[in-house]
Nanobody
Framework: VQLQASGGGLVQPGGSLRLSCAASGSIFSINARGWYRQAPGKQRELVAAITSGGTNYAGSVKGRFTISRDNAKNTVYLRMNSLKPEDTAVYYC?????????WGQGTQVTVSS
């Protein structure tokens, strides 16, 4: 599975961004998709995930971020509202199969005035 992420950028506190992650390859084998992020000096953390059973969010983003998918486009989105400076990080899209995990290239999200 190959993943292509897009949509990062610079935004002011309180602003919004939408990240996109398009998948190609063995789409049928994917069990879960989502987004991780890694801030400088911190470990990579799961932000949001989506499976056939539903969605899951990190506590720090619950109520502000929404993960969704368009199966026709093999694309997962992360809508980020009410952004805070602590949301600044490199965001990585992720897909999980039974055999392996795939990662997209990171996209930088910077929240600053």
């Amino acid at each position: 599975v190959q993943l292509q992420a897009s949509g990062g950028g610079l935004v002011q506190p309180g602003g919004s961004l939408r990240l996109s992650c398009a998948a190609s390859g063995s789409i049928f084998s994917i069990n879960a998709r989502g987004w991780y992020r890694q801030a400088p000096g911190k470990q990579r953390e799961l932000v949001a995930a989506i499976t056939s059973g539903g969605t899951n969010y990190a506590g720090s983003v619950k109520g502000r971020f929404t993960i969704s998918r368009d199966n026709a486009k093999n694309t997962v989105y992360l809508r980020m509202n009410s952004l805070k400076p602590e949301d600044t990080a490199v965001y990585y899209c992720w897909a999980s199969t039974r055999q392996y995990d795939s990662w997209g290239q990171g996209t930088q999200v910077t929240v600053s005035s």
